[in-house]
């Protein structure tokens, strides 16, 4: 919170069709920070910024990997290391060390995704201006660019439908 | 069947974004003097049941009403009861999303918030029920002085681990879920409540880059909480099918347990939100429609319960075995005959009431349906546990087991106990999301839509 | 956006689908399959025959009705983007008359099939008899019959009425009388949605509920003391998902010889792929919820039926169910691009379907013969002529009856599911 804002131009849209005219506009002029803030996730404004897919899928999977591995693991590892009979049952039962195994998938899963959806946030962290109206029910686009730049970018953000436009230092 | 009146029809226009922001931050303004008198009606009774829960610490398991061999009684018929309550949350949270059931935004939150407080509250029964509670730690596998692991041939260990589980991951799932809400009502908020959501919002702006993360993040749990929720319940239930206690050991018994969960639970959130929408005015979101998708949901897992239960009579008798045979056949007919009726009443045949399309959208009827239903699957699990326990394989150790006002005292206390943390939720965080009741909705455009 | 061909070039192609293809191939294998099967029950070994009948009749039969509850669960549900591939699963209905012929011809051969005519178990009483057996199992697939074939009548009714002037010659006579009380107008077509949705209702309560007393009567008691009382619905869960897997083996056919590439698109295939995965989960959870009561439970009248298949000799085809229901369409369909792309999607979808006929196989199969899995020309052939007898009655339907539903295909379209 304390970081210091770039400075930049901050606009706020009404409507999203717009926004995202302004976002590829920006784009083809070679804008590359620019930040997008919207209330709620958005198809067209993802293609119009053009991400690919969260890498956060692989931290799901190698954590449920991990996950049953560690449950086979820490229940096999357990059983023999002080082995007792109980029950009749082989010391080592794989059948109902499925069910540990398979807990510890899910739990695993799910943390590793927690951890990666924190990790990639804050690895792509964008700092610039922003509106409380941006959770409510507008689009804001925040370009952050050099003070000599300034006028282009308001022009073309004025011109593409922003319902306010102001300069953040 | 009659036609009535079609409200999606008549419903006024669809709420913009900024009304549902607004309505929604409405919900967190000053409690009604009503809210505090709830309140305070749960905390005596929570005080009741924390009495006669150290009233049972000071004097031991003795003064619970257990008699050999029914030592399975109350605290693990609730214990069963309260997390199968948690499981339709998580079947409307995740399931649903899965299944891109717009329907499900509005009433999700307060499904999810159930998830994690019925879960909440069943973990203080395995708790209570093993008496020494101050030795409840040795659950957990953990290096020790007796260089002794836990027993993993347990079912009550995969228990520990199947219910430790679910709580971490339903809670996490609930936080992921909030975190764009509260970042909205942070906006809307002063004073100490404002410093709160600045918190717990994470720093939530909405960018592209945490949208990104964050819809893939999600649908990934709600991947993962979707087989959890199947393997929870299935778990609880092989604490029973794995012995050969006559009326326990059953296949069936994983399914029909999952089922029977999901029906209790899609109960008890009718149960809550009939009065949830009318005391915060969000009948706007939460319509009659809702109710009658809920009452479909509550149709079908009826019915599954219901092919359960004629399944397990019919095994019964099919197997040949005398022991199944009189086991099944004591619960119908011997001293627990009313739990069992009960329980065949309520669950069998009450929600076939929901094949008429005016009970699955009248709510009055609905509210008192649900009602029902949360008392008959009460009444189930007693009769799988207690009344199982009760007749067993010889005739002089049967026994006969009536719960002391202890056990309905902390039976008591565990709604209050539910209902304390339900309330102090309800008033300080969204209950209906803001962020996926608008994603529903398309943003506005300037252009009308495309070709 | 707009369908790659013509609308009335699909409306055109959809009343007169080209199955010629499929009813030559289905006749061909039908009678060479059926040949065979009487020349083995004639021959010295009628047991092996009728075992292997006793298979495909549950397979086959599960196929068809399978596919038909899925597509009453679409109309329960509302589930919009399979409108425009439905009625592929909705075809295999007419399977469903060849089903109750086959249990007809079962009776001839009760004496090789059911154990326990000539060992009655005492503790099953009055239960297993022939005549009590034969006639309840007779009147559930007739029930089964009757509704699943008057929902696939009243979804395709209004299609008829709609692709009238499609077809000619006696084809335009039985549109005509189909659609002869039907006007289309929004009050006939509300009415027809209400029967519709009560019918499939009806269809998947029935099927639940009467497909479980088929899978104890025709599979549980072939093992005279083994019980399980998850076997009804874990039987019936695996006729859906077979129904899932031949819906997606005809979705791809049908997509190619209809061209529809562009009204069967990435949702349909993605939508379909994540089902079977599902179910393919939903399969192994019941096989490991009733291997573990069974397991830890220990008792010898229920673990003989288990252990006898796990380990010995028929622990291969174990071994081969298991990997090739769950393990493999597991990992093969967990991701995205596996389940878009036509080729691996078919891939997968075929080992399932492959991998659940070995499941009825070896669910029947070892109770009835201490022989070791035999997979021969026997085995083989019989299978081919039952899939005969499906794609024959299969392609009658695709020739007579509308293969794409023009009115869901637009509701699919409308928002957007393709």
């Known amino acids: 919170m304390n970081k210091t804002h770039p400075g930049g131009i901050l606009a706020a849209y009404q409507h999203v069709d717009a926004a995202a005219a302004a976002i590829k506009a920006l784009k083809a002029k070679g804008y590359r920070d620019v930040t997008v803030y919207t209330p709620v996730p958005n198809v067209e404004i993802a293609q119009a910024v053009g991400h690919k897919v969260s890498p956060v899928r692989l931290w799901t999977l190698l954590g449920g990997l991990l996950g049953c591995a560690s449950g086979f693991a820490l229940t096999l590892w357990m059983s023999y290391d002080w082995p007792l009979v109980v029950g009749g049952k082989p010391v080592g039962s794989v059948i109902p060390y499925v069910v540990i195994a398979f807990e510890l998938t899910i739990l695993f899963g799910a943390g590793a995704t927690i951890l990666g959806l924190l990790f990639h946030s804050w690895r792509t962290r964008q700092a610039g201006a922003y509106d409380g109206r941006f959770t409510d029910d507008q689009i804001g686009i925040f370009v952050a660019c050099p003070v000599e730049r300034r006028p282009a970018v308001e022009e073309l953000l004025r011109h593409s439908g922003a319902v306010e436009v102001r300069v953040e230092t | 069947m009659a036609t009535i009146a079609e409200p999606q029809r008549t419903a006024p226009q669809q709420p913009t974004y900024h009304e ?155 936080i992921v879920g909030l975190v764009p809400d509260v970042a909205a009502v942070r906006e809307k908020a002063t004073g100490w409540r404002r410093k709160l959501y600045e918190v717990t919002s994470l720093g939530w702006r909405g ?78 979101y939460i319509t009659v429609d809702h109710f009658e998708n809920l009452s479909k949901l509550l149709l079908l897992t009826g019915l599954i319960v219901g092919y359960a239960y004629a399944v397990e009579y019919f095994i019964a008798w099919y197997s040949g075995n005398p022991f199944e045979q009189a086991s099944f056949y004591n619960r119908a007919f011997g001293e627990y005959w009313w739990a069992t009726w009960t329980m065949i009443i309520c669950n069998g045949f009450l929600p076939l009431l929901l094949f008429f399309r005016k009970v699955r959208r009248s709510i009055p009827a609905l509210f008192v349906l649900s009602l029902f239903v949360n008392l008959g699957m009460w009444f189930e699990r007693f009769v799988i546990i207690v009344v199982s326990l009760s007749f067993e394989y010889e005739p002089y150790a049967m026994g006969h087991y009536t719960p002391t006002w202890v056990e309905w005292s902390i039976l008591a206390g565990s709604f209050a106990w539910f209902f304390l943390w339900f309330l102090l939720f309800a008033k300080n965080f969204p209950m209906v999301s803001i962020t996926e009741v608008k994603e529903i909705i398309p943003m506005p455009r300037k252009a009308r839509p495309g070709t | ?130 005549s009590w057996v034969f006639w309840r199992d007779l009147v559930a697939l007739l029930a089964l019959l009757v509704v699943a074939v008057a929902f696939v009548y009243t979804d395709v009714k209004p299609d008829v009425a709609e692709l009238r002037g499609q077809v000619t010659g006696w084809k335009r006579i039985l549109y005509d009388r189909i659609a002869a009380g039907y006007s289309g107008m929004p009050a006939d077509q509300e009415k027809l949605e209400r029967r519709l949705s009560r019918l499939a209702v009806a269809l998947c309560v029935m099927y639940a509920w009467l497909f479980s007393l088929i899978a104890f009567d025709l599979v549980m008691s072939l093992a005279p003391y083994w019980i399980s009382n998850l076997f009804g619905a874990f039987f019936f869960m695996g006729a859906v998902l077979t129904g899932l897997t031949m819906l997606g083996l005809m979705m791809v056919y049908w997509r190619r010889r209809l061209g529809m590439r562009d009204v069967i698109g990435r949702q349909q295939f993605h939508d379909l792929g994540k089902l079977i995965f599902g179910f393919s989960v939903f399969w192994a959870y019941l096989v490991f919820s009733q291997l573990l009561v069974i397991w830890y439970g220990n008792l010898r009248e229920e673990t003989s039926f288990v252990f006898y298949r796990l380990w010995g000799d028929w622990q291969p085809i174990s071994i081969m169910v298991g990997l090739m229901v769950f393990l493999i369409p597991f990992w093969g369909l967990i991701w995205v691009k596996s389940k878009v792309t036509a080729f691996t999607f078919t891939l997968f979808v075929l080992i399932s379907l492959l991998g659940v006929w070995l499941e009825r196989y070896l669910l029947v199969q070892p109770s009835l013969t201490e022989h070791a899995p035999q997979i021969g020309l026997p085995e083989i052939g019989i299978s081919l002529g039952f899939l005969g007898l499906f794609l024959l009655a299969y392609g009658l339907f695709a020739r007579t009856f509308p293969m794409v539903s023009p009115r869901l295909t637009a509701q699919a379209e409308a928002t957007g599911h393709h």
């Open chain 2, 20 to 174: 549902i922001t607004r309505d929604v931050v409405a919900t967190l303004g000053r409690p009604s003097r009503t809210y505090f008198v709830l309140l305070a009606v749960v905390l005596v009774v929570l005080a009741l049941g924390a009495f006669a829960l150290l009233w049972q610490i000071r004097w031991g398991l003795g003064v619970a009403g257990y008699t050999p061999p029914v030592l399975w009684g109350v605290y693990i018929t609730t214990f069963v009861f309260w997390v199968g309550i948690a499981h339709s949350g998580t079947l409307i949270s995740a399931i649903l999303y899965l299944f891109r059931s717009a329907w499900r935004t509005s009433v999700y939150r307060t499904a999810e918030v159930m998830t994690v407080f019925a879960v909440l509250t069943a973990g203080l029964f395995p708790l209570i029920h093993v008496g020494r509670i101050w030795y409840a730690y040795w659950l957990f596998p953990y290096p020790n002085q007796r260089q002794l692991w836990v027993n993993f041939k347990s079912p009550l260990l995969w228990d520990v681990f199947a219910v430790s589980t679910y709580l971490t991951v339903s809670t996490l799932f609930l």
């Open chain 2, 207 to 284: 960018t592209d880059q945490q949208w990104r993360h964050y819809i893939r993040a999600y649908l990934y749990l709600a991947a993962l909480a979707t087989p959890l929720v199947l393997s929870v319940h299935s778990v609880v239930s092989w604490d029973f099918a794995m012995s050969i206690v006559p009326g326990w050991h059953a296949t069936i018994f994983a399914p029909y347990f999952v089922a029977g969960a999901i029906y209790s639970g899609v109960a008890m959130v009718v149960t809550l939100l009939v009065p949830l929408r009318k005391v915060f005015k969000v009948e706007r």
């Open chain 3, 1 to 130: 956006m707009s369908l790659g061909i013509p609308n009335d070039e699909l409306l055109r192609r959809s009343a007169n689908a080209p199955a010629r293809g499929m009813l030559l191939l289905g006749a061909l294998l039908a009678v060479l399959g059926l040949g065979l099967f009487v020349a083995l029950v004639t021959g010295d070994d009628p047991g092996r025959a009728w075992r292997l009948f006793h298979v495909n009749f549950l397979f086959f039969t599960g196929i068809a009705l399978g596919a038909t509850v899925f597509a009453a669960t679409q109309k329960i549900t509302k589930g919009v983007w399979s409108g425009p591939i439905i009625r592929f699963a909705e075809a295999s209905v007419a399977f469903l008359p060849v089903a109750v012929v086959c249990f007809l011809v079962l009776f001839l051969g009760r004496e090789e099939v059911f154990p326990w005519i000539e060992h009655p178990t005492p503790a099953r009483g009055q239960w297993l008899t022939v």
